[in-house]
């Protein structure tokens, strides 16, 4: 990641599909893994931890949406619901068979992959605009069935309390465990989606997006890999609806709304499409930004505005400034963020002599 | 006529009045993509945007067809500029670019728009009185007598534009085929824009007439959500298309609200439709009047 080659000399695909492209990358790897699990826990303030696990959760979802999106090139409008599936699955599991996280999440991430292949069967059949309405139908049933059926919502404001996960009788309970927690999936997600593309499903992921006819002359059989992408892509998204909920101590239909549909796009958009490096920095981008407004307005703002307007003001912005960027990464530099980190490393590879 | 019949008649009037308004919007909808291939996300957020200009408009004491001028003129200025700094790029590009750049033309009209024209709900009163109009044995509330009658009176206008008009003609040689229509001279650019005009007159009337009946905030965005109902079961490119579908949209969703909302506790009027559209994706994804040309694996 942070090392410097002195020039590129694969001789083989597999040294061009290897995750350690050079010895040294081991000990970046390392180092990483240092700061995150002994460094940051021991410096950083709760607060900063918390967003940190924010973050944690966000890479989760959007690495799930990134494999649909970016390297199948399947279009979902509909992540937010599928993490209100694994949501609500966990939460129910939790409190009325009382079982433990290491059961409910996989649970719950399995649930959302069954509904997410039944919300993604019409792909078969359409693609590009005709998936995306049929997904935002997705969403909007999947979100009305959750608000309307008592059994899965646990009625009062369709919201069900959820203990904290708790491991051989360690309860995570405060920020600095729960980082713990959700570094662990958080790290889980990223090397099982790095191992996932550049393996046979991987490749023909990327095929099925790139010529689809192609792909399909050459033996990839279209209809299972793009269930298989919905799939996985909601497995994840799942599990990232659980991580919401045990972070939370909550499961509730207005954190996963058409909105975080949206949002968990716009992560995938500005960091890169078909990315895992990217989909890191957008999820990182897109969960500081409204925290960034926040603290901006909260100092700023409160010279314009009056405090009960506030929030109001922050929402508005929020979504404007998603919006914008989504249109600007979409038109300036459509491989995102991670494009300009690549763009920044090969300056710096060969640097200082740039010719 | 015996209770059973009357209240299914209401039922079936209401839905259809509100369905003619669902089709007004689809229609802005449907002009864009049969001329241009741009699938526009933020239809509903163009609709609210109409009505945030019309009731910022009153709010300056203007008479209302000062009023409704302003947001015509408003919303061609903006359709337009909307089609040269964000459509224009992305031509060529694949249409998935194309749909996530109109959600985020939505996110940001619904986020900015509230912030510059006002985030309270407010009133848009048009001048047609409360009183119920009766029509057989059931009765209708004016406003949706005036939003269905506004929506007929476009739907007649631009069948009148695409048969007759010249500029209609070459509009549906664009929507037909790009290229020859360059050939014939036609300049393919200028149609583009002039779509995106026009769905922005349709979304201007129907800011208008939805923010009168719902009231005006950024909830009146989420009207376009029903939008893909209609536009789906019409046939995406059919002119005629958004108005059947959207009389069988409101009918259904009246229906299904008058019949079904005792049993299951309300909220089948948000549900049936999508239900529906999800039925004629699977069975027949052109629509009833689409034309039959689809993109498959």
Known sequence: MFHRESGVFKTSYGADMALYPLPIAKWTVVILALIFVVIVPLTVHEYYLSILNLIFIAIVGALGLNILVGYTGQISIGHGAFMSVGAYTAANLAVKLGLPFWLTLPAGGLMAALIGVIVGMPSLRIKGLYLAIATLAGQLIIEWTINHVPAISGGAQASIEVGRPNLFGFT???????????????????????????????????????????????????????????????FYAGVCGVLYTYYFGIANYEQFQLIVSIDYLAMIIIGGLGSVLGTIFGAIFVTLLPIVIRIFMENVGSLFFTTAEMANVISGLRLGVFGGLIIFFLIVEPEGLNRLWRNIRSYFRVWPFSY | MSEDLEFAFALVLSGASIGLMY???????????????????????????????????????????????????????????LEKVVLRPLLGRPVVAVIMATIGVAAVLRGWGPLIFGIETRNLPLPIGDEPIAIGPASLPPIQVVGAAVALLFFVVFNWFFKKSRMGVAMRAVADNQQVAQAMGINVERYFALAWAMAGIVSALGGVVWGSMLGVDVQLALVGLKVFPVVILGGLDSIGGALVGGLIIGIVESLAAGYLDPYVGGGTKDFAPYVLMILVLMVRPYGIFGRRQIERV
């Not at chain 1, 790095?194 to 990327?206: K, P, Q």
């Open chain 2, 23 to 81: 089709s007004l919007i689809a229609l802005g909808f449907v002009l864009v993509y049969k001329a241009t291939d741009a699938i526009n996300f933020a239809q509903g957020e163009f609709v609210m945007l109409a009505g945030l200009i019309v009731v910022t408009a009153l709010g300056f004491e203007a008479p209302l067809i000062a009023a409704v001028v302003v947001v015509v003129l408003a919303m061609i200025g903006f359709s337009f500029g």
């Open chain 1, 172 to 234: 995570f309970n405060t920020q600095g465990r729960l980082y713990f927690f959700l570094l662990f999936f958080a790290v889980v997600a990223i090397v099982a989606t790095l191992n996932l593309v550049r393996s046979r499903i991987g490749r023909a992921f990327v095929a099925v997006r790139d010529q689809d006819i192609a792909a399909e002359i050459i033996g990839i059989n279209i209809y299972r890999y793009k269930l298989l992408a919905f799939a996985i892509s909601s």
